[in-house]
C-alpha cells in the first residue's frame, strides 16, 4: 500500500488548509485510516483517524472541534481539514493504514502503512 500526503503548506495562525492522501491500495476500503503529525523535537502523535466507510471518526482532544477528517473511497483519498490553525500545530502531517478490524487506534505501532508526510508551518 502506498499513500502520498499533499496540502501542506505555509499558513498564518486563524487560517485553514486542506490535506489529502492518496492511497494505491486496490482494497482502500478495507482500511481504517489516521493522520499522525510530528513536530519538532516532540514524538509522532495522533490527530485524527476514520472507520472503513467513514461513518466513525476520533480526533486528538487537541485538535476537535477545529479539525475534520473525511474519506472518498471511490477515489481512495483521506483528507484532513484543518481550521483555526495553532502555532502548535506545526508538524510534519503523515496518513496512515491500519488493515486490522477493530476500532480507531490512536498509537502509531497499530498503522502498518505510511505516507511520505507533509510540512504544516504555522505563523504566529
Known amino acids: 500500500v502506498q499513500l502520498q500526503a499533499s496540502g501542506g503548506g505555509l499558513v498564518q495562525a486563524g487560517g485553514s488548509l486542506r490535506l489529502s492522501c492518496a492511497s494505491s491500495?486496490?482494497?482502500?476500503?478495507?482500511?481504517?485510516m489516521g493522520w499522525f503529525r510530528q513536530g519538532p523535537g516532540k514524538e509522532r502523535e495522533f490527530v485524527a483517524a476514520i472507520s472503513r466507510s467513514g461513518s466513525i471518526t476520533r480526533y486528538a482532544d487537541s485538535v476537535k472541534g477545529r479539525f475534520t477528517i473525511s474519506r472518498d473511497n471511490s477515489r481512495n483519498t483521506v483528507d484532513l481539514q484543518m481550521s483555526s490553525l495553532k502555532s502548535e500545530d506545526t508538524a510534519v502531517y503523515y496518513c496512515?493504514?491500519?488493515?486490522?478490524?477493530?476500532?480507531?487506534?490512536?498509537?502509531?505501532?497499530?498503522?502498518?502503512?505510511w505516507g511520505q508526510g507533509t510540512q504544516v508551518t504555522v505563523s504566529s
Open positions: 496512515a493504514a491500519d488493515q486490522l478490524i477493530g476500532s480507531l487506534r490512536t498509537s502509531p505501532n497499530s498503522y502498518g502503512y
Open positions: 491500495a486496490r482494497a482502500f476500503n478495507t482500511y481504517n
